[in-house]
C-alpha cells in the first residue's frame, strides 16, 4: 500500500487543481527532478549524457510538441522534423546575422519561426481531417527541406549546404562539456514541459481536447476551431522548432537539412503513439522507449555473438514485434499503462 | 436574462428561491425555415417562437426535422430560407460562434460529449466563454489565469452539485453510461449560463426515476435561473407535464402549435404522432 | 438478494421451460480494474421475452454484450462465469458464429454503418445467411413493412438520417438475419411513441409467429413489462428482484422507482420529488 | 592489448547493401591482419554497432563505442550525417575518423579539421577529375567548349556539394553545364531523363547515392539515352547500382578510387579467410566487389596509419587515438608498400601531411560490362587541384572563423 | 513549345502515375476494409519482390515457380497478420491500428532481409523496359512497352477490386467493417476472416507492385519508398476509392513531370518531391475527402 491517496482530502479547488495532486507523485518528480540535477551529472558517464539522455530529452521536447498537436488538438501530422529544421536553421541564422543575439533568445526566436511556418501549414487544418491532413502534412515535410537545400541564403552560403551550429555561450559561460549541455538541455525540457502542462490544465488544453473529441460539438459551446486549431499548430511547432534548435546545438553539431528527414518524423510519431496520445508523461516515455530500445536491444544483439547482419535484422524485428506487443497489451500507450499499474498499486492489496 | 449580468447566479438564485416563473415577451422568434439535404426537405417554411422563460417543446414523429430545427437555432445548419430573430437581431442564419456567445446553449441527441475528458473538464469547457486570459498567462499558470481557473472550477463544482455527479467527476466520460453522459451534457451545457437551454430528447435512454430527475433538474433551471428551454422529447408524459407550449413538426411541416392541452386534441397531431389521445 | 430465493425462482423457470440461454454467474471488469458485473445469472426460455431492467449503470448493455461476446472489443473480460446457448457455451465463439446459430444483438445506441445506404445496412445483417436474391428481397419488405419510414429514406447513408431512422435500420438489420433469438439493447430509445408500441408489436408478433426469444435491456419499464413473460432488475452489477411480468409489475417498489406510479396513481412529472432536490438546494 | 577501432556501420536499412560489403571489406583485412600476428604482434579488435544510417543512432554508436577497450583509437561511419553528428566531438575525444570519398571536402585541411581524414580523395577532387577524364576522353580539354555536360544530381548536401568545381571549370573550359536534381530517394526520374533527352547533352554525370543510382541507369535505357556517355560518381559504381538494372548498365561507367581486379591480397582472403569459414561476407560472390575492396583498401590505410604511428611511438605496443591521428597524418602507402601487402594498384598511392588529409586525389574509370566493372583508365587521373586547394582553403577558412578555430598544425 | 516533348511529358507521367497507382491501390484496399492506414503496404512490397527474387536467385527456381510460391507466402503473411496483430486490436481507434502497422513495416522489413540478405537483386521480367519501336515510329513519341503493360497490369486489377467492392455481398460487408468494426461484429460478419482475405490480397496487389516497381528499379530496399510516391495519388484520389486510385494516379502523374519539366528550372528543380503533396492539399481544400473518396460524416 505503498501508493495511496487515502487520508489525502484535498480542502479546496485549488489544491485539488495543482498539477500532480497526489502527495506522492509529487515528492516522486521532485525528487526525480532532484536526480536529475543533482546525481545524474555527477554519476553518468559522458556516454549517457551526450549519446542518451540528452537526445532522449530533445525527442522528449520534439514527442511534446507533436504530443500536443495530435494527442491533445487530435491534428494527425507528419511534418514534425520539417518544424525542428525550421527552428534549427533559423537560430542558426538569427545568431549568425546578429551577432551579440543571447543564444536563449535564438532558441525563442527559432522556435517562434516554426510557429509561424506551422500556422501556415496548419490552415489546411481547417477543412481536412484525419489521414487526409496527416498524409498533407507531408507536404510540409518535403517542402521545408527543400527550402533549405535550395535556398543557399538558410544556410548561409555554406558550399555543402550544412550549418555548423555557434558554441553555445550564455553569459559568458560555455556549454561544452556533456554534463553542461545535459544540464542546458534538461533546464529548458522541464520548463517547458511544465508550461505545457499548465496550458493543458487550463482552458486553451480544454480547448484542444474538446476540438479534437468531437469539433462540431466544440464550435458549438463557443470555441472557434480555427483559432484553436491553428494555436495548436502555432504551439506545438514551436515546441519541435526549440526541439530542432537543441537537435542542432546540443547534440549533433554539424547539421545537413536531411537530418530532419521525413524519418525523424515517423520516429516522433512513434514515439507520441507507443507513450500515449495526448499525454505529457506518455511523451517522456515514448521518447525513451523509442532512443533506448533499439540501444538496449542492439547491445543484447550483439552479446549472443551473431554474425552482425543478423543481430541488426533481428532487432528491427524485435522492435516492431514489441511496438505491436505493447499497443496489444495497452492500446493507450506506456503512459495508460503506467497509469493502470498506479490504480492497481492504489487498490492493492485489495483488488477491486 | 442578459449575458452582462454578475456571474454569481447560482448563488442568487439560491439565495432568493422564490421560484416565480413569469413568462415574458418573445425572445426567439423562427420565421418561415426552409431547410433540405440534396432532395430531402428537412423543414418545409415553419414559423415558430420562443418566449422567454419558457418551456418549450418540439414534437414529431422520427426524421420530422426536430434535431434540424435546433441545429438551425444554433448554427449547426443554415437553412435556405426564412429569418431567425433573437432579441430582436433579425438573421438569415446563425453562426456556432455567434449563437454560444449570444447565450444558446443545447445538447445533442447523439450525446457529443468530449469523450477524452473527464466529466469535470466537459463542464468546464461550458465555460470558456466567460474566460478572459490568453494562453500565455495560462501556459505560465499565473495569476489572473490561475485565480480565473479557481473562479470558475467554483461554478462548475456547483453544477456538479447540483446534478448529483460529484462521485464521478474525475472519470472520463467514455467510461460512463448513457445516462450519466446525459446529464453531464446537460451540465456542460448549464455551466454557459444559458439564456436558451435547446435540449434534444434528454430523456432517451433513461427510466422513469431518472426520468423524474432529469424534469426536475430542467424544471429547476428553468424556474430559478429564468433560463429559457427548447426541449425535444418523445415521452408525452414528460412533455404534456412540463412544458408551456409544444410546436409540433411532421415530414418537416408544422402541424400544430399550442398549449399542452391544444396539442394533445389536435386531430392532425392525433394523426401523425400520438396515435391515440392521451 | 436472497440466494435461496434466487434458486428457487430459477428451479421454476427450468420447470417451465429449458432455457435457451442462460448466463451464469457472470463477473465483468473493463480495462483490468473496472469491476461492473458482479456475478449475474439469468435464463431467457425459448421463445419468451425476458428483460432486463435497471437504472442507467446497471450493466445491462454489459450483460448483453458479455453474451454476444462483442465484450472483447472494449477491453472488458469476463472473469468468472458462463454463457450458454441452446446447451452449449458460447462465451470461446466469435459474434459470427453466434449469429449463425440464430444470435443477433441490436447494439445500444444504432451503430448504424454511417457510409451505407439504409438498404445496404439491412443487407449486411443478412450476411450470414447464403440467401437468395428472391429471399433478400422478401426479408427487406418485410422490414420495409415494419418500418414503412425506411423504405423512404432507402438510398440515404444511414448516416444522414435521423437518430430515430437510425434506430429503427439498427433493428431491421438484426431481423434480417432470421435470429432465432435477439438482444435488444434499449429498442426504444429515441423512438416516437407510436413507433415504440409499434415495435413491442412488432417484437410480440415474432415472438409468438415464429417462435423468436427475446433479451430486451429496457429504460421503457412499464412498456417492457407489458410486452415481457419475464424480467431480471440489475442494479449496481446484481441482480436484485426476478420475477413473472406481473408479479414485477405488481410489486411496490418497482411501482414506485420504474414505473413511477405511487399509491396515488401517476404523478405529474413536474411534481415529483420535489423535496429531494430542494433539500439539497436548501441544505 | 589490442588496437581498438570503432564501427558504427550499417547493415539494415535502404543502403544495408553497400554498408555490409563495406564493412566486410574492413573486418576481412582486420582478420587477415590477426592470423598473421596483427600489427607488429598487436592485435586490431573492433566492434561493429548498427546506425541505420541515421545522424541520431550513429551519434550514440560513437559514444557507446569510443569508450569499449580503454578507448577506440578510430572511426569510420560511412555515412554523411552520422559523420557530421561527430565532427565536433572528434577533437575532444581525440580519436581520428576517416571519410574515405564522402563527407565535407574541405576537411582535407587539417590545420582546421586536425582530427577528419577524408583520405583518398574528396567530392571536389572527384568533380575535377571527371571533368579532366571527360576532357581527355574528347581529346584534350580546349575540346570541351561548347559542350553540354548534365550534372544530374541527388538534392542534397551530398549532390550539391561538386558546385562549385563544376561551375569553376564550366566557366574556364567553356562547356555548358545543366544541373537538374533528383529528389531523394530518387525512385522516379522519368522527368529528368526526358528534360535530359530533350537537351541532348554530350555526358551525364550521375552525381547519385543508394537506390536513385540504378533508377537512373533504367530510366536511361527507357528513354533510350546511350549509357556510354554517362559518368557516375563512385557512390554510383558498384555491383548494387548495376546488377538491379540487367543489361541497362552495361557500358556505364564510373569513378572508383580502387582498380577493380586481382590482386594477391584478395586471393589470401579467399583462402584464409572464406576457405576456413571465418569472411565476414555471408554471400561469397561479393568479395571483392566494390564496396568490399572500398572496405578493404580502408583497413589498409589504417592498418598503415597503426604502423607508422607505432614506428614513432614505439613498435609492438598499441597506439591512442591521438598517436593514430599521427599516424594518419604521416601515411605513406607508395607502390613499394602497396607490393608487400599485395595489393599494388588496387589503391592510389596516399601519402598525407598536416596540409593534405587527403593524401592523394586520384581516381580512375570503371566500365561496367554487364557482367563485372572494369577500369578503362590505365592511370590514375587527378585534375585541377590548384582549384580545388583554393576553394579547400575558402571553406575551410570559413568554417574556422565561424567556429572561432586558429588553423594550426597539430603536434 | 515543343509539342512532341511536351506529349512525351504527358504520357510518361501518366504512366508514372499508372505505377504509383498500383502501390495506392494496396493502401485503399486495406483501408476500405477495416479503416486502417497500413503503414506496412511499402514493406509488403519490399517483402514480396524480395522473396520472389530470392527464391529465383538463390535457389535456382523458374520464375514461373517462384511467383506462384511467393503468393502462398504472401497468403500465409496476410493470415498471419490477421491472427497476431489485428486480432487483438479489433475496436481500437485507427491511430492505434496506423501504429500496429507501422510495427509491421518494421519487422516485415526485418524478416524480408534477414532471410534474402540485403545485397540488391535484378528482377527480369519477359518484356524488357525499353522504348516501344512501334510508337516511336507511327508517333515519334518515346513511350517504354514495360509501362504500357505495367498500365495494362494495373487496369486488370483495379477493375477487378472496384468489382468485388461494388458488386459483391464481400465488398458491402467491408465497407460496413471500415465504419464500425464493432457494429460488423454485432450482424455476424466474420471480420477475422475477411481480414485475413483481404491482407492476402493486399499481398497479392503488393506482389504485383513489386515485381513491376522492381523490375523497373532493382529489388532493393528502396522499393519501400515507393509507397511515399503513393500517399499524395490516394489523398487526391481519395482513400477509399479503387478508381480514385487510378484517376489520382494519373492526375499526380501527369502533374509532376509538367511541374517538374516546366517550373522546375524555374525554381532550382527537384519540385518532384513536394509538388504532388502540394497538389493534393490544394485539392483537398476544395474536397476535403479526395476525389472519389466517401463524404466524412459530420453528424451531431
Ligand atoms: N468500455 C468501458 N470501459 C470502462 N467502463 C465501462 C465501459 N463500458 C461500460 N462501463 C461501465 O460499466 C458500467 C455498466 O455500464 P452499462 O453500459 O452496462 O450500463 P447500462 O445498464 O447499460 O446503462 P444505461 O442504461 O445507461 O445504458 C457503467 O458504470 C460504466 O461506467
Ligand atoms: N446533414 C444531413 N444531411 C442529409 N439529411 C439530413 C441531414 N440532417 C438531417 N437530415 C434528414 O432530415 C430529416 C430530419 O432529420 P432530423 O434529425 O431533424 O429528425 P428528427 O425530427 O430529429 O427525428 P428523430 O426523432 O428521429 O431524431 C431526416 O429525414 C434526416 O434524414
Ligand atoms: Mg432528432
Ligand atoms: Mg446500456
Known sequence: MLYREAGQFKTSYQADSQIFPILQDRIALLSLLVVAIVVVPQLASAYTLSAILIPFLIFSLAALGLNILTGYAGQLSLGTAAFMAVGAFASYNFIARLPGLPILLAFVLGGLSAAMVGIAFGLPSLRIRGFYLAASTLATQFFVVWCLTKIPYLTNYSSSGVITAQKIVIFGYSFDTPASKYLLVLAVVALMALLAKNMIRSNVGRSWMAVRDMDVAAEVIGFRLMRTKLLAFAVSSFYCGVAGALYAYAYLGTVEPEAYSLDLSFRILFMVIIGGVGSVLGSFLGAAFIVLLPVFLNIVAHSFALPTSVASNLELMVFGALIIFFLIVEPHGLARLWQIAKEKLRLWPFPH | MLMNEPDNRFEAALANDSGGRKIGPVILDMQNISLSFGGVRALTDISFNVKQHEIRAIIGPNGAGKSSMLNVINGVYRPQQGEIIYRGQHRKNMDCYAAAKSGIARTFQNIALFKGMTVLDNIMTGRNLKMKSNFLMQALYWGPARREEIEHRVKAEEIIDFLEIQAIRKTPVGRLPYGLQKRVELGRALAAEPEILLLDEPMAGMNVEEKQDMCRFILDVNDQFGTTIVLIEHDMGVVMDISDRVVVLDYGKKIGDGTPDEVRTNQDVINAYLGVAE | MNHAANTANAAVTAAAAAPYLSVNNVEVIYDHVILVLKGVSLQVPQGKIVALL?????????????????????????????????????????????????????????????????????????????????????????????????????????????????????????????????????????????????????????????????????????????????????????????????????????????????????????????????????A | DDQYVALPSYRVGPYAAGGSGFYGGIIDYFNLVNLSGGVNGVKISWEECETEYNPSRGVECYERLKTKNGGATMVEPLSTGVAYGVLDRLATDKIPMTTIGYGRSDAANGKVFPYVFPLITSYWNQAAAMIKYLGDKNGGMDKLKGKKIVHLYHDSAFGKEPMPVLDALSKQYGFELIKIPVTPPGTEQQSQWLQIRQANPDHVILWGWGAMNAVAIKTAQRNGFPREKMLGVWWAGSEEDTVPTGDAAKGYSAMTFNTPGNYPLMDDIHKKLYDAGKGNLADRSRIGSVYHMRGVSAAILWVEAMRTAQEKFGKGKPVTGEQMRWGLEHLNVDEARQKAIGALGMLPVVKTSCDDHEGSGAVKVQQWDGKKWNAITPNWIIGDKALTRKLLEESSAAYAAEKKITPACAK | MNLNFFFEVLIGGLLSGVMYALVAIGFVLIYKASGVFNFAQGAMVFFAALTCVGMVDQFGFSLWLAVPLTIVVMIILGIAIERMVLRPLVNQPEITLFMATIGLAFFIEGLAQLVWGAQVHKLELPIEDVPSEYLMEKFNILVSQFDIMAAGVCALLVTSLALLFSQTKVGRALRAVADDHQAALAVGIPLQRIWAVLWAVAGLVALVAGMLWGARNGVQFALTFVALKALPVLILGGFTSMPGAIVGGLIIGATEKMAEVYIGPLVGGGIEGWFPYVLALLFLLVRPEGLFGEKIIRRI
Open chain 3, 54 to 282: 435497471g437504472a442507467n449503470g446497471a450493466g445491462k448493455s454489459t450483460t448483453l454484450k458479455t453474451i454476444s461476446t462483442l465484450l472483447r472489443g472494449e477491453r472488458g473480460d469476463v472473469t468468472k462465469g458462463e454463457v450458454q446457448f441452446k446447451g452449449e457455451r458460447i462465451d470461446q465463439l466469435t459474434p459470427n458464429e453466434l449469429v449463425k446459430r440464430g444470435l443477433s444483438q441490436v447494439m445500444e445506441g444504432r451503430h448504424c454503418f454511417g457510409h451505407l445506404s439504409i438498404e445496404e445496412n439491412l443487407l449486411t445483417g443478412a450476411y450470414t445467411r447464403n440467401a437468395s436474391r428472391a429471399e433478400l428481397k422478401e426479408s427487406l419488405e418485410k422490414v420495409y413493412h415494419y418500418f414503412p419510414r425506411l423504405r423512404e429514406r432507402r438510398t440515404s447513408q444511414a448516416g444522414y438520417t435521423s437518430g430515430g431512422e437510425q434506430q429503427m435500420c439498427a433493428i431491421g438489420r438484426a431481423l434480417m438475419a432470421k435470429p432465432s433469438m435477439i438482444l435488444l439493447d434499449e429498442p426504444s430509445m429515441g423512438i416516437a411513441p407510436q413507433i415504440v408500441e409499434e415495435i413491442f408489436g412488432i417484437v410480440k408478433d415474432l415472438n409468438s409467429k415464429e417462435n423468436v426469444s427475446f433479451l430486451l435491456a429496457e429504460q421503457n419499464t412499464s412498456i417492457a413489462l407489458r410486452y415481457a413473460d419475464f424480467g431480471y432488475i440489475l442494479e449496481n452489477g446484481r441482480v436484485v428482484m426476478e420475477g413473472a411480468a406481473a408479479e414485477l409489475s405488481a410489486n411496490e417498489d418497482v411501482k414506485e422507482f420504474y414505473l413511477g406510479v405511487s399509491g396515488a396513481g401517476r404523478k405529474s412529472f413536474r411534481d415529483m420529488k420535489f423535496y429531494r432536490r430542494r433539500k439539497r438546494w436548501l
